[in-house]
């Protein structure tokens, strides 16, 4: 591979070059994007994530590609769970200098794919020297209409609880991965590892269950359990999970079996999916499904399975006693 | 110092609970940050730099808290820049495992210090562990009213060139800091080495350029001949800088002796003091003076000094060849 450029042949200037043709915007260039508005009186949503290399994502296991989509699909998330709609993403990019162009090239174009399934651009960004690819994605949303952003805060008792997106999938496939790495033996698990590595919502979900009388949401990112306990904890009430509506689902099982793991595991504590977990007196937003019911109290077990305590409520933790 | 705790004592809920202690904000806790209104109808503005120990900051010269300040200067300086108002930042934080919580309250102190300078808020943020001291900070602005942002490509022939803030003070702080260390021998010369650790900039003046008449503008992030050079290039015109308007300072003169360095290196291509650099057809708005002039032409030398050609149009590189 001796005549792979890396990021020290074409230095920042090239980088950049490389990263707008794959990342096209027309806001991009200056000193700053201005975005373009979206309706009257919208106001500004933001959110950002750092995923770093060996940490977040491994290469031998994730393709730059995955991590561009990756980066996005979370960002995202966030954005849609406050009931906002995203207008654009940028991305503060670090990598060695023996990094190959491909490898940014490659990242710009995930980026640019998940970010087009929005109607989105990458809008700005910056490039540095860095030990580790350290991928810095801030996503700005826009959330307009009248009604309240949906809080964590916001959950009330009587209210159904439902979820858009799988839930368990990529703890499963960081589970084959680790034990497996690329090579699956049962060729049928490959799509928890690719949502592992790229996990999918259909984009605009949370403006929908806004719009549909949502109050309160979040997504999956440190675990189904973990991330009710908030919305019950900030909203001094209580979770019941309806445990059939959660069940693990044939390639969950299949993947218990051959790990030898229980996958009820990854349905309540993996994470990482970036499921929308809502709250809402109506029917199921359309594209959500019942999961769960919101009940009076605090204190004591805040979330439940079919009325029984739940375990799991530790969920990820970037600096562990143990690195 | 056994007993300062670190990163892994307190944990990644134990860090979030510092920086929102240091920097706190009403807009901070839920999945993503909803802004306040500034304005019917702004547009939004949006831009990100990566910060990286041992590479844009170094901790035997910089303090924590000027390291926050940095990071909110130069990037509310992008905001500016634009004729935009900052309305408020992000900060995704990677480091060591190692690292003192006093050092990233610090950080989040010159945040929050900075911030509230310009009337805004540390709104959301990410940490996570990474190899060395990362901040990658997000400003977030608004512009209001009709005019047009203020682009590079909007310099015209016949416009004054105009500065607000200090030109070549930081690379002479630089200059002093790896000649001496801390301890510089000339105490009055230590104003230049703070501007370094921690430029400044009366805030609110991008938007003051704009409302007077300004039609281009950028900060001077990569030295005035090569930012210049830019709007010239972008603009296709030609930029005539006054030598008497931009002549070094007593201050840089003195540090020119004292390292035997002509100051002049410093004022046209030192970067990094985040002036903002302007062209306007009328009188020099509030807090900016004149500098130069905007002459017709483009191709040969964009950018002279009293007709002569300039050097210096390199500027800073990410990547560079040696690294």
Redesign the interface.
């Known amino acids: 591979m001796k005549n792979t450029p890396t990021?020290?042949d074409?230095?920042?200037h090239g980088?950049i070059q490389e990263i707008i043709a794959a990342a096209p915007s027309s806001l991009n260039?200056?000193?700053?994007?201005?975005?373009?508005?979206l309706a009257?009186?919208s106001?500004?949503?933001?959110?950002?994530?750092?995923l770093?290399e060996g940490?977040?994502f491994c290469r031998d296991w994730s393709t730059p590609y995955q991590v561009g989509m990756k980066a996005i699909t979370q960002n995202y998330?966030?954005?849609e769970?406050?009931g906002?709609r995203p207008?654009?993403a940028?991305?503060?990019?670090?990598a060695p200098?023996d990094t190959p162009v491909s490898v940014v090239r490659e990242i710009a174009e995930g980026i640019a794919q998940r970010t087009g399934e929005y109607n989105t651009e990458l809008?700005?960004?910056?490039?540095?020297?860095?030990?580790?690819i350290?991928v810095?994605v801030?996503?700005?949303?826009?959330?307009g209409g009248d009604r309240q952003?949906l809080?964590?805060s916001a959950a009330r008792a009587g209210q159904k609880v439902v979820a858009h997106g799988k839930i368990g999938w990529s703890a499963a496939g960081w589970a084959l991965l680790e034990r497996f790495g690329r090579d699956i033996p049962d060729a049928e698990l490959q799509p928890l590892v690719d949502f592992h590595c790229a996990p999918m919502l259909d984009p605009g979900r949370g403006v929908i269950a806004r719009a549909t009388g949502a109050t309160a949401?979040?997504?999956n990112s440190d675990g189904l359990v973990h991330d009710l306990h908030t919305i019950a904890r900030r909203s001094s009430v209580r979770i019941n999970i309806f445990a059939d509506a959660v069940a693990p689902d044939e390639l969950l099982v299949r993947a218990g079996e051959l790990l030898d793991h229980d996958p009820w595991d990854w349905v309540l504590a993996g994470g990482e999916d970036h499921t929308l977990l809502g709250t809402t007196m109506k029917d199921a937003p359309s594209g959500f499904r019942l999961i769960g019911e919101v009940t009076r109290g605090n204190g004591g077990d805040l979330v439940t399975v079919d009325g029984a305590p739940a375990r799991y409520i530790s969920g990820w933790?970037?600096?562990?006693?143990e690195?």
């Not at 940028?90 to 670090?94: K, N, R």
């Open positions: 990021l020290r074409v230095g920042e980088v260039g200056d000193d700053a994007a201005v975005l373009l508005p009257p009186n106001r500004t949503v933001a959110t950002t994530d750092m770093v940490r977040h998330a966030d954005i769970a406050m906002a207008i654009g940028l991305m503060a990019l670090g200098l809008v700005g960004g910056d490039v540095t020297q860095a030990e580790k350290t810095s801030t996503a700005i949303g826009a959330l952003p809080a964590l949401m979040t997504d933790e970037s600096f562990p006693e690195a």
